[in-house]
């Protein structure tokens, strides 16, 4: 094995496959995995299948995507052509999960890649490709399967995050900051995991116990609060999917996390971070909700991607999750920005619009959708997080009778 690929650490990078295989997605003897990821990132895709047999995997199947090959679409494509996504693809995807296949992504891509091109053609590229992948978007939307997240710094990806750095020491510094976002920059990563997730795993329970019927932020440019879902349940760190394998969907993860009451949220919330979205940058986001909608939105930068995202489908100006992470969080405290939600949610308390997660229900395993909805639970093509939490956001749990509880004060537990 080498000791770096163009500067990056292969010992770690061996043990982020690792991480992923073992304690990401927990795959299970015989099961199936079907991955995507960035070209780029194939030395860690070509690790990644070498653990998951070692852990006795049946099949893996990536599928690899290119930053040339997206763009040569924009550049050269007919205008029909961005109303249209593989369904038959996303079918067949569907059917995979169905039959207890575990998903693996890999996310690596330049965040700025579509900046340049037409925002109206990457809307319907969006829109079109997210009405395809609903079939299989639903299985892991309802935590079906054992799922997993986690990254490899690409190239360009790296210089967006360091622009003064020469390309080779972007990625490498990327790397190490993810190799310790991910905890394999430790000497048993996977004891590490374990010591963390009964840490998360002790905040939901507080959490839980509390039953608050809604949350109270305040701080700059910010003063919302958030009712809960009808027997909300929190989660955190580690959980079990459907089919009975206990995973961590993200790696890394430092959120506690459940559904807000799509019909209960008031007031106004300014972002606190950036949000990259599809290739465009959406900056100094600020809301207003009415009975749990949006009805204004404004934003410094990427207004029209950020109007047109809200325009997707009724429930696209509702929110699907509300998150909780402390402001000394390690992401949050390495200072940087990296334009990716895996790494920028977790250093931040954020929101989601969108389609909630029926797992955060007390039984959602075993609930409709048409009793999720009941319930206050949202549902959407989309679902986008965006951070609203810094060292000076408060937050209050409110409870049924209106009594207050302090949960974060200046950006920590409280």
């Not at 990078?13 to 299970?28: P, S």
């Not at 990563?189 to 939901?204: F, G, V």
């Not at 749990?292 to 509702?318: F, H, Q």
Request: include cysteine.
């Amino acid at each position: 094995m080498n000791k770096h690929v163009s500067g990056i650490d292969a010992a770690k990078l061996d043990k982020l496959a690792q991480v992923a295989v073992k304690v990401g997605l927990n795959l299970q003897p015989g099961q199936d995995l079907f991955l995507t990821a960035p070209v780029a990132a194939l030395p860690l895709v070509r690790r990644i299948a070498e653990h998951a047999y070692q852990a006795g995997a049946g099949l893996v199947t990536p599928i690899l995507s290119d930053e040339a090959l997206t763009l040569a679409r924009y550049r050269f494509g007919q205008d029909a052509s961005f109303d249209r996504a593989p369904s038959w693809l996303y079918e067949g995807v569907g059917k995979a999960f169905a039959a207890n296949t575990a998903r693996l992504a890999i996310v690596g891509d330049n965040p700025m890649l579509l900046a340049e091109q037409d925002p109206a053609k990457v809307a319907r590229a969006n829109k079109a490709n997210s009405i395809a992948y609903q079939p299989a978007l639903e299985k892991i939307a309802n935590f079906d399967i054992n799922w997993n997240i986690v990254s490899y710094p690409g190239a360009a990806w790296a210089q967006q995050v360091f622009p003064d750095d020469a390309e080779e020491v972007a990625v490498a510094r990327l790397a190490e900051a993810i190799f310790a976002a991910s905890r394999v920059d430790r000497d048993d990563p996977i004891a590490a995991w374990a010591e963390h997730n009964a840490a998360l795993a002790q905040r939901t329970k507080w959490l839980n116990g509390q039953r608050f019927s809604a949350l109270h932020f305040t701080g700059p440019g910010t003063n919302l609060t958030i009712g809960l879902a009808d027997g909300h349940e929190w989660e955190g760190g580690a959980s079990t999917a459907k089919n009975g394998v206990t995973c961590n969907a993200n790696i890394p993860t430092e959120e506690v996390f459940t559904t807000p009451h799509a019909r209960r949220v008031e007031g106004h919330v300014s972002s606190t971070k950036p949000l990259s979205y599809q290739g465009t940058l959406i900056d100094n986001i600020q809301v207003r909700f009415e009975e749990g909608r949006i009805v204004e939105a404004k934003a410094s930068r990427g207004e029209e991607v950020l109007n047109k995202v809200l325009d997707t489908d009724e429930g696209a100006r509702r929110l699907g999750e509300v998150a909780l992470v402390p402001h000394s969080s390690p992401i949050s405290q390495s200072g940087i920005l990296f334009y990716n939600t895996l790494f920028d949610e977790n250093a931040s308390c954020h929101i989601a619009l969108g389609q909630c997660y029926s797992k955060c229900f007390i039984d959602g395993t075993t609930l409709t959708p048409e009793q999720i909805a009941a319930q206050g639970g949202n549902k959407s093509l989309i679902h986008i997080d965006w951070m609203i939490g810094s060292g000076e956001v408060d937050i209050d749990g409110i409870k049924p009778d209106g009594s207050r509880v302090a949960v974060f004060r200046k950006g920590e537990w409280a």
